[in-house]
Nanobody, 130 residues
């Protein structure tokens, strides 16, 4: 059985950092998946943040996050991390990890959007105060 579970959210002041974890049980086996971090701010649509491929190790960031966020994977722990630095109030959102059965560079899955995801975690809340 596959499962996604996020953790690591919390409240920080602007300029602070958080590391989110996505325990992605069952996603590092024979099949290739794209693991995608999404976020949804209050009153806004869910948007993709970053992704990584379990098969090819591909990595991609949405432009606004590149340089501040870093996605990484610990295959032994079946966990995908999102290190977030220089956080700003506009980063306040519920952060979700999702997975799509997808071969190839993960940017394709991210571009396809949340409707293309096959599995979702329940999310972890990040609140950034000014």
């Amino acid at each position: 059985e596959v499962q996604l579970m996020e953790s690591g959210g919390g409240s920080v002041q602007a300029g602070g950092s958080l590391r989110l974890s996505c325990a992605a049980s069952g996603f590092f086996g024979a099949n290739d998946y794209s693991i995608v971090w999404f976020r949804q701010a209050p009153g806004k649509e869910r948007e993709g943040v970053s992704c990584t491929g379990t098969g090819d190790g591909s990595i991609y960031y949405m432009t606004s996050e590149e340089g501040r966020f870093t996605i990484s994977t610990d295959r032994a722990k079946e966990t995908v991390y999102l290190q977030m630095n220089s956080l700003q109030p506009e980063d306040t959102a519920m952060y979700y990890c999702a997975a799509a059965f997808y071969r190839g560079h993960c940017s394709g899955a991210l571009a396809a959007g949340d409707g293309a995801m096959d599995y979702w975690g329940k999310g972890t809340l990040v609140t950034v105060s000014s």
